[in-house]
Structures are given as structure tokens and as C-alpha cells.
């Protein structure tokens, strides 16, 4: 082991050239860089071995430009190996096996509703003959004693690897969040995406990649061998490292400082070379990410930050970014008003930022719910005449979006419609603190009028990232939801689930995207089997103990079936108990 000179990652070496699209890394890299052939990979079995076996079978290699590299980002499953059974690494063998000969289709996130975003035929080559790095095979480990071999080499070099992850990310060529859900063996905790998204570390791996300097910085969430997502973008900028739950507390203040370089540097980056629009976004929501207070700035202050020449520019701007949401998303309450006063439009849509969560059509006030502005800038652009029951392309209007109780006092206090969809929003994306708000203003729980589906079906399917789902099922529960409450689509929805049976008879399941399995699925499907669907189990626990009856959805699809067709093979033993 050890380095050389010449080694791309050298010990304390300066900033390093990249694979890829980037030119250098922010992060300093202070240990080599080692990975295994993705054909090697392949042929192993069982648990993963740790980096001295896999290094004297000769089967690592160390970094260099020419690899296109894939970073593997996963929660350990017990306090000392990261997979003892070997579970994670199987899916993770199924799944690129599955990309490789294209059997396995990665499209957005259910909740994007778009299938815009697909994996090109050179990635799945590039993969087929690319490298992975997986933390315990790339870094020394001293769990195995080997003879001859010097204990406090392996910890300072194991210890120089772990501070060159930041930069192992960005020499990667592809990321993949690896997050199928599974059992810690030693805690008994169920492990999947949403506590993989409270890691601090995990979170620091995510923003390093995202906030690189890369062309193409799009995420790979695996849930199982056949659901495999890219990331909706708010479930990273809504998961700060500040907020991260780290096992070892004395990481965050050095995890925090890699987010905080990632960000200034992903906005210096910008600032020099575009766009401008990125960077106009970045350096809006830099106190969001970093959890600082928002800075109120003189109307020189905010020209010179956003790169206006004049009030005139920034009120009369039509970019994705104009004036008023640059003071939306920095939280800007003065400048708005100052914006307002020389006639901005508050009822302006957003256009050409859905690649950062903000899609098109959707209104300044939803821009300031979605970014979780203080409640103060709702009020300042209600004031200002935002229209509080405008509506997205997709008819759904701000009260759908609210993240926070205060959010909805301020819409309701506005009188904004309160429509019982608006629990189909807090449910999946907030905490019970906002589905209480709702509850309490008399909005019912169970889907009530010409709902497709309640909130307990939108839980399982669109609430992958919200770790308080199970509590706000809870709530929802014991406020009479219906436990049973039948998918029944409707107009344009009936039309795309027929559309999506069609396609999935046509080109078969594998064949298609989560989005449309999901429409194909939906008519007459119950929660439990939407948690069946998702692979939720503590929601089809919690389902079947507030007495949920197992039953098909229209096309005779039982849960076992919708869980068993998706591979979330956790499942089976509590459903198989139902089956017919």
C-alpha cells in the first residue's frame, strides 16, 4: 500500500485533475484513490470483502483520468462491516447488471411527474467498462489481523482516506445512492432512503458531487434492483450537513466546512462562467443551504450581488431568475417591496429552472414555500398582491406545497381555498406539525370529493425522503383516514393510467419507467398496496395494525404481487401471510 509522487492522489498532494467535465478538485486529496473493476465486481458473492483481502487478490486499481468511476454512497447495516449479509452489494450487483444490458430504465423521481430524464446508451457502455468505489473496499481497514502488518499505518492511512472522500466524489464519473430498504443488524433499525438522507457524512458525499463543477450531476437513487430514480432535487437542498445526524459528533464541524467550501465554490464557479441564472439561484439560496439567517441588503448591495446594472433591469428582468426571485429565495422581504414599488409583477411564474425543483408555471409564492422562506415573506407577497389561490400547470395551488404550520396559517389567515388535497402535499413532503395545521382548519382526512387517491396512498409513493411519514400516518390514522380508501382516477388521470396499461402490455414491466407503473397500477389500489408498491415496510405494518384488508387493486394485483414485482423481498413475510 501506501503512495507515490506520481500517484493522481497523492498524500497532501495540491488540487488534482479530474475525470471528467471538471478540470480540478475543490477538495484536497491526501491517499490514493483505489477501485474495482465494475466486471469484477460482477463475479463476487456474498458479503463484501475489505480492502487488504481485495488489494492482495490484486483486484484493485488505483485512479486514474481515463476511468469513468462510479462513487457508491450507502448506510452502513451494522457498527462494524457496512453489509454483513451482503444484501446492499446483491441489489447493488442486480442493478448494474440491469443498467448494463438495459433492462433496468432510470427515469425521474415519481414525484418530478415527468419522464424528461433518461440514461443514454454510451453511460450504460461507460458503465459496463468502468470501476466502483465502495468505501470498504477503497479504504484500509484493520478488522482483519494480518500478520506483518503495522496497525498505525493502517489507521493514518485509513484516516487520510476518509478525509479524501470529498475529492474521491468529485473524480467520480456517475453517483448512486444505494438505499434499498434493509435492517441494521445491530441497532434492528430499518435502514432505506430517507435515513440515508439524514447522514451527515451521506450528505456531505451528496453535496460534494452536486455541487462539483460537473456538466451532468444527476443522482441515481437505487431502491431495489428494479426501481432505480435520479433524485428530486429539493431532497438535497432541503437536508442541510449543518442538520445532519453524524455518529461521531465531533465530525460535523469538519463535514460542515467541506458543505460550506462545496457551496462558495460551486458559486465562484458560476459567478466566472454561467450561467448566470445557476448562479443567481446559488448565491440566493446560500443561506438556506448553510442554515445562516438571510441578509436584508440596500438596493447597491443587491444590484452589485446579482449582477443587475439597475432597479430597472432587475423589476423588467424575464429570466429564470429575475429581481423578485432573487429576493424571494435570499428572503428579502425589503427588497421586495422595493421591487414592488417600481411596478414588479408578484404573480410572475417560474420558467427554466425544473432541474432545480422549481418547475415551470409555478408561482413566486410557491417559490418562497418550497425554498421554506419564513413566514414573514408569504405575508410580504400576499401584501404586495400575490395571488394566494393561483395555480401550476398542474392545478395545484400553494396550500398544497406548505412545509410548515406557520406556512399555512399565513395562506389560510389569506384566505387561500382549502381544498382536502392540500393533506395529499403535507403528508408526503412535511412533518404531522403541518398535517395537524390542516386537520385542525377542518380539512379531512380521508380524500374526500373527486381525490384520485388520500393522503395515506401519497405517503408511500411520493414520501421515499420524509422520515417523519410513519408519524404523520399516525396522525392521520387516528383521525378516522380510511385505512382501506380505493385509488379511483379520474379525467386526464384514468386517461394516463389506461395509457401506461397499454405501454406496460406493449414493452413489458421491466421495460418501464416508475411513473408509469405506478399510473398502470393505481386504479383501485389501497395503501397498503401503494406501501407495497413503494417497499414501505413500517407503513404496511402500520397499515394492517389500524386494520387495512389485503386486497387486488383493479387488475387483481395483490400487495404481495406489487411487492414482489418491484423486489422489495423485505415484504414478503408480512404480506405473504395474506396471500391467496
Not at 50 to 70: K, N, R, T, Y
Not at 257 to 269: D, P, R
Not at 396 to 422: G, I, N, Q
Not at 469 to 486: F, G, H, P, Q
Request: glycine share 6%; with cysteine; charged share 20%.
Amino acid at each position: 500500500m501506501g503512495s507515490s509522487p506520481s500517484s493522481a492522489c497523492a498524500v497532501g498532494g495540491d488540487i488534482l485533475a479530474a475525470a471528467s467535465s471538471s478540470s480540478s478538485t475543490v477538495h484536497r486529496c491526501y491517499f490514493p484513490m483505489w477501485v474495482v473493476k465494475v466486471s469484477d465486481f460482477l463475479k463476487m458473492k456474498g458479503p463484501p470483502e475489505p480492502h487488504g483481502a481485495l488489494q492482495a487478490q490484486a483486484l484493485l486499481h488505483e485512479w486514474s483520468p481515463d476511468m469513468f468511476v462510479i462513487f457508491v454512497s450507502h448506510q452502513w447495516l451494522s457498527y462494524t462491516h457496512p453489509d454483513p449479509q451482503g444484501q446492499q452489494v446483491e441489489v447493488l450487483r442486480k442493478t448494474l447488471a440491469g443498467l448494463i444490458d438495459g433492462s433496468l430504465h432510470v427515469t425521474e423521481e415519481v414525484v418530478a411527474l415527468t419522464d424528461e430524464m433518461t440514461m443514454s446508451a454510451n453511460t450504460r457502455r461507460h458503465i459496463a467498462n468502468g470501476y466502483l468505489f465502495l468505501d470498504w473496499f477503497a479504504i484500509p481497514q484493520i478488522t482483519a489481523r494480518q500478520e506483518g502488518v503495522n496497525e498505525q499505518t493502517i489507521k493514518s492511512d485509513a484516516a487520510l482516506a476518509v478525509q479524501s472522500i470529498p475529492a474521491y466524489v468529485e473524480l467520480s464519473s456517475l453517483f448512486v445512492a444505494l438505499v434499498p430498504d434493509l435492517m441494521h443488524k445491530d441497532s434492528s433499525e430499518l435502514v432505506h432512503y430517507a435515513t440515508w438522507l439524514s447522514r451527515g457524512w451521506c450528505r456531505a458525499e451528496l453535496w460534494c458531487w452536486l455541487l462539483s463543477n460537473k456538466i451532468d450531476t444527476s443522482v441515481i437513487v437505487v431502491y431495489s434492483p428494479v426501481q432505480a430514480e435520479y433524485m428530486f432535487p429539493l431532497d438535497w437542498q432541503h437536508n442541510s450537513i449543518v442538520k445532519g445526524d453524524f455518529t461521531v459528533e465531533a465530525d460535523r464541524e469538519t463535514v460542515v466546512h467541506l458543505g460550506e467550501v462545496a457551496v462558495e465554490s460551486k458559486i465562484h464557479h458560476l459567478q466566472l462562467l454561467g450561467p448566470l441564472s445557476h448562479y443567481r439561484f446559488y448565491a440566493a439560496l446560500r443561506p438556506k443551504l448553510l442554515c445562516q439567517a438571510s441578509a436584508n441588503r440596500e438596493l447597491k448591495g443587491f444590484l452589485h450581488h446579482f449582477h443587475f446594472s439597475s432597479l430597472e433591469e432587475a423589476v423588467c428582468d424575464t429570466s429564470s431568475m429575475s429581481g423578485v426571485m432573487c429576493a424571494v429565495l435570499s428572503g428579502d422581504t425589503g427588497m421586495l417591496r422595493l421591487l414592488a414599488e417600481s411596478r414588479a409583477d408578484m404573480n410572475q411564474t417560474m420558467h427554466g429552472l425544473s432541474d432545480l425543483g422549481y418547475y415551470d408555471t409555478q408561482t413566486m409564492l410557491m417559490a418562497a414555500i418550497k425554498s421554506r422562506q419564513d413566514p414573514s415573506m408569504l405575508t410580504t407577497l400576499i401584501e404586495l398582491r400575490a395571488d394566494v389561490n393561483g395555480r401550476s400547470r398542474t392545478g395545484l395551488p400553494a396550500l398544497y406545497m406548505c412545509r410548515s404550520p406557520d406556512h399555512v396559517k399565513v395562506l389560510l389567515e389569506s384566505r387561500a381555498h382549502l381544498a382536502s388535497y392540500a393533506l395529499l402535499g403535507a403528508a408526503s413532503f412535511a412533518g404531522p406539525d403541518t398535517v395537524q395545521a390542516l386537520l385542525s382548519a377542518r380539512c379531512h382526512p380521508g380524500g374526500m370529493g373527486t381525490a384520485v387517491y388520500g393522503p395515506l396512498h401519497a405517503l408511500a409513493v411520493f414520501g421515499r425522503s420524509n422520515r417523519q411519514a410513519v408519524e404523520s400516518a399516525k396522525l392521520l390514522l387516528e383521525c378516522r383516514a380510511d385505512v382501506n380508501m380505493r385509488c379511483s382516477p379520474t379525467g386526464k388521470t384514468l386517461w394516463d393510467a389506461r395509457w401506461s396499461r397499454l405501454r406496460e402490455a406493449l414493452v413489458g414491466t421491466a421495460n418501464c419507467t416508475m411513473r408509469t407503473r405506478w399510473l398502470a397500477s393505481m386504479p383501485g389500489m389501497s395503501p397498503l398496496g401503494c406501501a407495497a408498491f413503494a417497499g414501505h415496510w413500517q407503513l404496511a405494518q402500520l397499515y394492517l395494525d389500524y386494520e387495512a384488508e389485503p386486497s387486488p387493486n383493479d387488475r387483481g394485483e395483490w400487495p404481495e404481487d406489487l411487492a414482489r414485482n418491484n423486489h422489495h423481498h423485505h415484504l414478503m413475510p408480512l404480506l405473504a401471510t395474506f396471500a391467496t
